[in-house]
């Protein structure tokens, strides 16, 4: 799914609810995974003016949960471990969303070169572990 | 342009977020929020954002901006009915809504104003009475 403008946050949040809900996911980790989303995906609106998010639904070990991946084109993130810290902003904003998403999903991975883009992976199970 | 109505009840201002609202339409309601309370002289600020079921650090800020610009003019922000889904994740998230004051629903929202507005009143008498005081 494209995303390019702020008018693409909602409709790709409501995409997110449909794949969390069509694997059964409760209410609460469906909410801790679109609140994620929304973070990441405002993150390649504002630093990368904008990228791609691939859905899926995966199984692993019988377990089923949703994988996002959001790729973008833009600078990169030269210090990493400085962008995740809570607080941290070059955007003089909150500097949550990136430690918060990873607070929120059960996996996350971010990769990053300057000058290359950034893509960060995330996966959240139908119940939450 | 699509706008999220304000009501004025009394010496407080309510909104109902009915959407998820996306960026413009949230800082456009912070602009007319603020707005109003200046032009009203309103005491508190109400939001009902028991429809809203995705809080992120987006929206958390800019609830935060109305309730610290409300109280640069004397008015209290109440945010009520927040999803108990929604309430779990800014914890995880890591978000606290300063200056924010919370209750369960609309009913709850005004009772707390209502006593801090008295509260606020009795203060002011005080602090004038002290003025009294010192000019006798
Ligand atoms: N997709 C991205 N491309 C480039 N830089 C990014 C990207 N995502 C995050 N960053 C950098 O990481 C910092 C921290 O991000 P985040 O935790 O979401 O906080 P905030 O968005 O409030 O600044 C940002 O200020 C920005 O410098
Ligand atoms: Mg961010």
Known sequence: MEIVREQDVVPFRNRV?????????????????????????????????GGKVILEIISHNAKTGVRL??????????DIALAMRDGFS?????????????????EFDLKSNPGEGTTVTVIHWKHGR | MERI??????????????????????????????????QTGARGVLIDISAVSIVDSFMGRILGNIASMSRIMDAETVVVGMQP???????????????????LNVEKGMEL????????????????????????
């Open chain 1, 69 to 78: 991946t959001f790729k973008d084109e833009g600078p990169g993130i030269a």
């Open chain 2, 5 to 38: 109505p304000i009501l004025k009840m009394g010496p407080f201002l309510l909104v109902t977020i009915q959407i998820d609202l996306y960026d413009r339409l949230a800082l456009t309601l912070e602009n007319d929020l603020i707005n109003m309370v200046s």
């Open chain 2, 85 to 103: 889904a929604v309430a779990i994740t800014l914890v995880e998230l890591g978000l606290t809504l300063q200056g924010v004051h919370t209750a």
């Open chain 2, 113 to 136: 104003l209502n006593t801090k507005l008295i509260g606020n009143l009795e203060q002011d008498e005080e602090e004038e009475e002290d003025q009294n005081d010192r000019n006798d």
């Open chain 1, 90 to 106: 070059t955007g003089r904003s909150l500097g949550l969303g990136l430690p918060g998403a990873k607070r929120l999903v059960n």
């Open chain 1, 17 to 49: 609810r449909e794949f969390s809900t069509r694997i059964g996911m409760s209410l609460v980790n469906q909410t801790k995974l679109i609140t994620a989303a929304s973070e990441l995906v405002r993150n390649m609106l504002k630093y990368a003016s």
